[in-house]
């Protein structure tokens, strides 16, 4: 895949992600996707997910704990299957009302079109700052290999 497929590809995740289209989002990825949000194991829903299935309940726990306002890339750049973006997202916090407004940097690698691995790296001080709550004792302990 080129460049701009991989582009494309990144382009209708977010528009997904916006939509709130679970079904989508998973066609867009591999069956062995290697994800980590910035918050793993830090905050109640987010994980370091190796596989579909995994990110399928991950994704699912996303949606239920976030009301997503906004999620916004706001620069691309691209190298042959790499793809890093710039951007920022204002959630609602479902539980407690709470806002984060965050701004983050997102590294992806395509393999044959779909995103086959994902790294977020974002403001965690806007986290802190929202109240969120501690992750549970089982999502503290989840596995979460160093990168």
């Not at 079904?23 to 062995?32: E, G």
């Amino acid at each position: 895949m080129n460049e701009e497929q991989n582009l494309q590809t990144a382009k209708r995740f977010y528009q997904a992600v916006n939509e709130r289209d679970l079904p989508a989002i998973l066609k867009l990825l591999t069956d062995d996707i290697d994800w980590k949000d910035a918050v793993a194991g830090k905050w109640p829903g987010s994980a370091w997910c190796h596989g579909l299935q995994e990110f399928e309940r991950y994704g699912g726990k996303f949606f239920e704990l976030l009301d997503i306002q906004k999620f916004e890339p706001d620069e691309f750049i691209s190298g042959r299957d790499n793809l890093v973006v710039e951007g920022s997202a204002r959630y609602v916090i479902r539980a407690t009302g709470r806002l984060v407004k965050t701004s983050w940097v997102q590294i992806f690698i395509f393999r044959d079109g779909q995103i086959c691995r994902f790294r977020e790296y974002s403001d965690m001080a806007a986290w802190e700052a929202s109240g969120a709550p501690e992750p549970p004792a089982a999502a503290a302990s989840e596995k979460s290999p160093s990168d």
